[in-house]
């Protein structure tokens, strides 16, 4: 690893080279950052579109959404719970 950062620095054409690929990634990292934000927001015109086609008010989707999330979150805590319960039991029986 020293010796490939020696050859870097002692030959500036090396350093050149280094520069334009970390140039070349940055570009194709923005460039893969923009194609993401402008799918997510057409997504979102989409959605905002269906909505309004449906004539569903977000607020009444928003509400079902939560309550669903809220009724498997307690699913899981009860699932949860029993389990390490029954762990629990399972190893106390084999001590």
């Known amino acids: 690893m020293e010796t490939l950062i020696g050859i870097l620095v002692s030959q500036p054409i090396y350093i050149c080279i280094a520069a334009v690929l970390v140039i070349f990634l940055f570009f194709s990292l ?23 086609w449906t004539g569903k008010e977000s607020s009444k989707i928003k509400t079902e ?16 719970d029993e389990h390490v319960k029954q762990k629990i039991k399972d190893l106390s029986g084999n001590l």
Do not use: C, Q, R, S
């Not at 309550?67 to 307690?74: L, N, Y």
């Open 30 to 52: 923005w460039k893969k950052l923009i194609k993401t934000v402008i799918v997510i927001a057409l997504m979102l015109v989409l959605y905002i579109g269906y909505l309004t």
């Open 65 to 80: 959404i939560i309550e669903k999330g809220k009724k498997t979150i307690e699913n899981i805590d009860k699932n949860v």
